[in-house]
């Protein structure tokens, strides 16, 4: 079945810092990704996704690139603050999955003045 | 912000009790997620629903039933509450399409089963 992977935390970063997470994805056809952010005692918003291989999504300074190649979406950010301090959840959606999201484990993220 | 409120949004019960928790949107979206968050499992798809009356379980759904009988309100009830259902509980709705499946989240809830 489909599933996600991505990297364990916590990450520490110093303010503008570089910043990577690591998400790889196992789906059938031509998945839609995404990268949900939540922060501290508020549900999921939407950060940012592409819906088909070689699209980069952005925001708020966020990009990530849809690799088939690699099955990959990985999240960077070039100069992070300390404002970007919460947990990131890569997820995808597939026609397999019956309209449904599979998310991974999430990534929690803090940012040092 | 996508119209989804949920409520109530704290509450703490005893194991055995039937809990009912309300999410409700305002933008007539077809499809609602009921979601749990537990720390070191992300979030889990407990009962989704794709229309009035229409409904499918998740990965997680023993122990748990949901309702929807008007396109705005989709209801999870807890028949008999245990311990191991204390998480906070999210709902959401799909405001793309099947694939494209863009959610949006509720604030939560946040139970407690004493």
């Known amino acids: 079945g489909d599933s996600v992977t991505q990297m364990e935390g916590p990450v520490t970063l110093s303010e503008e810092a570089f910043l990577t997470i690591n998400c790889t994805y196992t789906?059938?056809?031509?998945?839609?990704l995404f990268w949900y952010v939540q922060y501290p005692g508020e549900g999921l918003q939407l950060l940012l996704k592409?819906?088909?291989?070689?699209d980069k999504g952005s925001n708020k300074g966020f990009e990530a690139t849809y690799r088939k190649e690699t099955t990959s979406f990985h999240l960077e950010k070039g100069s992070v603050q300390v404002s970007d301090s919460a947990v990131y959840f890569c997820a995808l959606s597939s026609s397999s999955s019956a309209s449904k999201i599979i998310f991974g484990s999430g990534t929690r993220l803090s940012i040092r003045p | 912000d996508a119209g989804i409120t949920q409520s109530p949004r704290h509450k703490v019960t005893e194991t055995g009790t039937p809990v009912t928790l309300r999410c409700h949107q305002t933008e007539n979206h077809r499809y609602m997620y009921w979601y749990r968050q537990d720390p070191g499992h992300g979030l889990r798809l407990i009962h989704y629903s794709y229309g009035v009356k229409d409904t499918d379980k998740g990965e997680v759904s023993d122990g748990y039933s949901v309702s929807r009988s008007k396109t705005e309100d989709f209801l999870l009830t807890l028949e008999s509450a245990t311990s191991s259902q204390t998480s906070v509980y999210f709902c959401?709705?799909?405001?793309?399409?099947?694939?494209?499946?863009?959610?949006?989240f509720g604030p939560g809830t946040r139970l407690t089963v004493l």
């Open positions: 592409a819906t088909k291989a070689d």
């Open positions: 959401a709705i799909n405001a793309g399409g099947v694939v494209d499946n863009e959610q949006f």
């Open positions: 789906a059938t056809g031509y998945p839609s």
